[in-house]
C-alpha cells in the first residue's frame, strides 16, 4: 500500500496534495507505515483511479491498461 501512495503521489506532484485530494490530513499519508484502515485505502484508490484490491495486493498500474480487467489497447 505504501507503493501504491508514493507512486499515486508522485503522479498528482507531492505527498501534501494527494493528502488535500483524499481529503485527509498529510499526517494520515506519513502514519502509514505504522498501519491504515480501509478507508484509507478506499480514499487512496478513489484518488488513483484504480481498484482498491489494487491498491492492497501491491500490484503495480500498467499506463494504457484497463483498471478492471488488464487489457491494454483500445476496443476492437
Known amino acids: 500500500m505504501r507503493a501504491a501512495e508514493r507512486n499515486i503521489a508522485r503522479a498528482y506532484g507531492g505527498r501534501a496534495v494527494l493528502a488535500s485530494v483524499m481529503g485527509v490530513a498529510v499526517g494520515a499519508l506519513h502514519n502509514m507505515r505504522r498501519g ?15 481498484p482498491v484490491e489494487q491498491v492492497l495486493s501491491g500490484r503495480p498500474h500498467v499506463a494504457g491498461a484497463c483498471a478492471l480487467c488488464g487489457r491494454k489497447g483500445g476496443a476492437s
Open 36 to 50: 491504515t484502515s480501509y478507508a484509507v485505502a478506499v480514499l487512496l484508490a478513489r484518488a488513483g483511479g484504480i
